[in-house]
């Protein structure tokens, strides 16, 4: 059953909504179990992420997202009763592995959360400070080169560059956002982990993410969970779709919001179920 309606009539602005067959495998998530204590969160996941493009996951609450994009920079491993069974491989080595140091691991992710977190600190000290503590940079002017790098990444120089010895938490929430993006790129990752970005933003400012998000994929891996389904069709190339800790579908995203094949995932970009 193809769907005609809103989803595929919004798909305008950004993306075409097909993976790009020239992408190389960025991340490779092969046969990923994984317990909360006795309860399990995540059956059997089997997933490609792909190199400089977008991947989006969506579904309704507590059906896996945020557990397995936790696991995918081993975030999970805070939890004392957690457990993972699988692999997953980053450039093909496996993130598990006994040589892989957990801390440097995380140094090759950026994480966005779903709220704006800034430091009760200055502009120019949230943009610095991971990047001064895992000692990436250590002069002045390399420091200053970073922050002027990061925030014209995440697209917030402009608005900033006189405001630096400011309080990131004087900026609006949208900027803010922004701020919190460019102290992930201040650690210059190599995929950035996106929880809901948008949740706690206006339509004005998330439309400002929405379109940081497709300017970044040119240069960073991205993977995002949103309950959006219109912002998984506006940034996103491939999208998966989770229930019950299952990862019921994965394709491209035009083909996910308007030709699924699986009927879980048709009632729920219908609005049907979740």
Known sequence: MEIKGSLLETKLSFTDGHHNPDRSTKMLVENVHFWYGEKQALKSINLEIFDREVTAFIGPSGCGKTTLLRCLNRMNDVHIEGRMEGRILLDGVDIHSDHIDPPELRQRFGWVAQKPDPFPDTIHHNVIYG????????????????????????????????????????????????????????????????????????????????????????????????????????????????????????GDTLDIMTNPADPLCLAYVTGRYG
């Open 131 to 250: 990047a001064l503590i895992h000692g990436l940079v250590s002069t002045k002017a390399e420091q200053e080169e970073t922050i002027e790098r990061a925030l014209h990444q995440a697209g917030l120089w402009d608005e900033v560059k006189d405001r630096l010895h400011e309080d990131g938490t004087d900026l609006s929430g949208g900027q803010q956002q922004r701020l919190c993006i460019a102290r992930a790129l201040a650690m210059s990752p190599e995929v950035i982990l996106m929880d809901e970005p948008c949740s706690a933003l206006d339509p004005t400012a998330t439309a400002r993410v929405e379109q940081l998000i497709d300017e970044l994929r040119e240069h960073y891996t991205i993977v995002i969970i949103t309950h959006n389904l219109q912002q998984a069709a506006r940034v996103s190339q491939r999208t998966a779709f989770f229930h019950l800790g299952e990862m019921r579908e994965v």
